[in-house]
């Protein structure tokens, strides 16, 4: 079964490669606070559907360059575009 993650498109210049960021809150091991940490994946979009700032579904998968590990799945959701 491959992994699945869910995260934010902070870039999409490239052709065919997201940069996307999953966020995640874990607890200090040592003082207990609460901290925030982002994991970066770099994404294969063979049909560049998606948009810097959605939230996208993302799968392991072979690698296809030096840093591409994963491929797009869907969009989840656009943001709301104010005109």
């Known amino acids: 079964m491959k992994k699945t993650l869910i995260g934010v498109v902070a870039s999409a210049g490239q052709s065919k490669t997201l940069r996307v960021e999953i966020d995640r809150r874990m ?4 003082y207990g606070k609460i901290i925030r940490g982002r994991t970066i ?7 560049g559907v998606a948009r810097q700032g959605d939230t996208v579904e993302i799968e392991e ?9 994963w491929t797009l799945v869907r969009v989840v959701s656009s943001p709301a ?3």
Do not use: F, G
Request: charged share 35%.
């Open 27 to 30: 607890k200090h091991q040592k």
């Open 41 to 47: 994946c770099h994404v294969n979009d063979e049909s």
């Open 61 to 69: 998968a072979p690698p296809t360059s030096r840093l591409k590990r």
């Open 81 to 83: 575009v104010a005109e």
